[in-house]
């Protein structure tokens, strides 16, 4: 089964600075996506970042990136430039990929809060 | 084009009733997924429907149950509440293929049983 881990239960960061969510995760499948979601206090889980096994470019959005270790199984999100509205509960979840049984179901890691000091 | 919608957004609940909850899928998407949520546990995954079918079943007991129906929407069932089952629910749906594979979630329903 496959799992994934968050090791940092709380992260703060200055307005304006970097910050950098970690995740691990363990699977012995090949075919498989990543995803960074963002929870606010509306409880709206909202999409950051994908990131599909199979591309060693790691992906971009704006402020947000990923460092994505396929070999150590590690997939961290960096935050450049925080800004108040980044606080907010941050998710890693895996997704197999097409083709397999558990094509649909996203395995959470247990989130970390990140707090974000003006 | 209208996101993903659950219905209600807040109930409260005796323990020993049964609940029945909504999720309406963004327009074009057939898989459905739902997910608990609580402080204890984190996100767990429930089940998944696609074109009417269960095609994934997380670790829950029979008490839960789904449903989808050809509009795609889907509904879950919660029977013999019990303290535990207080949570939020949350519905996920995606288009198919390996260019669609985001999960779009609605806001919740939170679920009190008392």
């Known amino acids: 089964a496959q799992t994934v881990t968050q090791s940092q239960p709380e992260m703060s960061v200055q307005e304006a600075e970097t910050v950098t969510l970690s995740c691990t995760y363990d699977t012995s499948e090949s075919d498989y996506y990543l995803f960074w979601y963002k929870q606010p206090p509306s409880r709206q889980m909202i999409l950051v970042i994908r990131?599909?096994?199979?591309?060693?470019q790691n992906a971009t959005e704006n402020r947000f990136s990923v460092n994505f270790q396929k070999a150590a199984k590690s997939f961290s999100l960096k935050i450049s430039d925080s800004q108040l509205g980044d606080a907010a509960m941050y998710f890693c979840?895996?997704?197999?990929?097409?083709?397999?049984?558990?094509?649909?179901?996203?395995?959470f890691g247990q989130g970390t809060i990140l707090t974000v000091h003006p | 084009k209208a996101g993903v919608t659950q219905t209600p957004r807040y109930l409260i609940k005796t323990r020993g009733q049964q609940v029945t909850l909504s999720c309406s899928p963004i327009?074009?998407?057939?898989?459905v997924s739902w997910y608990q949520q609580t402080p204890g546990q984190g996100l767990q995954f429930l089940f998944e429907y696609f074109s009417e079918t269960q095609r994934n079943k997380g670790n829950f007991p029979g008490r839960f149950s789904g449903r989808q129906f050809s509009n795609s929407r889907s509904e879950m069932n919660v029977s013999t509440l019990e303290l535990g089952d207080s949570a939020l629910y949350l519905c996920?749906?995606?288009?198919?293929?390996?260019?669609?594979?985001?999960?779009?979630f609605g806001q919740g329903t939170r679920l009190t049983v008392v």
């Open positions: 979840a895996y997704r197999r990929g097409a083709g397999g049984t558990s094509y649909g179901k996203l395995t």
């Open positions: 327009s074009g998407h057939r898989s």
């Open positions: 996920a749906s995606s288009l198919e293929g390996r260019g669609h594979t985001e999960a779009f």
């Open positions: 990131q599909e096994a199979y591309k060693q």
